[in-house]
């Protein structure tokens, strides 16, 4: 091959590929006129709208304080009730009613509970505790001292309660105080 045909070999697909390109480019004629529109630009206006109000009230403020406490206080109502009723029943009948309290404790633990009741329901968790596990003592043929022990701690668990609920409602409470034996 000859010097000139190499030459020829490599620049003839160069031309080519730049005859491509330059015709692909449709410069306008001076003979020909091309209309240039302008595209009508159109906006799309958000306006960021608050999300709507839906404040949830605090439930330690003084406006809901009584209904929350209530919630709670039901739960101790209800095992009151039936701790009254356990202690009437013969030792071979406590099964069912031990049952009973500690359905009443479970719920009362899952009882969602606002800040300022903590110290309240960890006196009514307390409280029941001990009565249910005086019970299953004193079924479980415990002698009278540790039954005696159970009755007296769950006796000063309920009292801290009932304190403690005071405090919270705002009700004053007069300190009696007794000798001691």
């Known amino acids: 091959?000859?010097?000139?045909?190499?030459?020829?070999?490599?620049?003839?697909?160069?031309?080519?590929?730049?005859?491509?390109?330059?015709?692909?480019?449709?410069?306008?004629?001076?003979?020909?006129?091309?209309?240039?529109?302008?595209?009508d630009i159109q906006y799309i206006v958000i306006t960021a709208t608050?999300?709507?109000?839906?404040?949830?009230?605090?439930?330690?403020?003084?406006?809901?304080?009584?209904?929350?406490?209530?919630?709670?206080?039901?739960?101790?109502?209800?095992?009151d009730d039936a701790s009254t009723l356990?202690?009437?029943?013969?030792?071979?009948?406590?099964?069912?009613?031990?049952?009973d309290l500690q359905r009443i404790r479970r719920n009362a633990e899952d009882q969602i509970t606002p800040s300022c009741l903590v110290t309240l329901k960890t006196y009514q968790i307390s409280h029941m505790n001990a009565v249910i596990n005086t019970l299953v003592a004193f079924m479980g043929g415990a002698d009278q001292a540790t039954?005696?022990?159970?009755?007296?701690?769950?006796?000063?668990?309920?009292?801290?309660?009932t304190l403690e609920l005071a405090r919270v409602l705002g009700i004053p409470v007069e300190q009696v105080s007794t000798p001691t034996p």
């Open 147 to 161: 039954v005696d022990q159970g009755i007296s701690l769950a006796r000063q668990e309920h009292d801290q309660y």
């Open 1 to 39: 091959m000859t010097n000139i045909q190499q030459r020829t070999n490599v620049l003839l697909p160069f031309l080519f590929a730049m005859a491509m390109l330059a015709a692909c480019g449709n410069a306008p004629s001076s003979t020909s006129t091309v209309a240039v529109t302008t595209p």
């Open 50 to 79: 608050p999300p709507p109000i839906t404040s949830t009230p605090d439930p330690c403020a003084a406006e809901n304080i009584q209904a929350e406490v209530q919630k709670i206080h039901a739960f101790m109502r209800e095992f």
């Open 86 to 99: 356990a202690a009437s029943r013969p030792r071979e009948e406590l099964a069912a009613s031990i049952a």
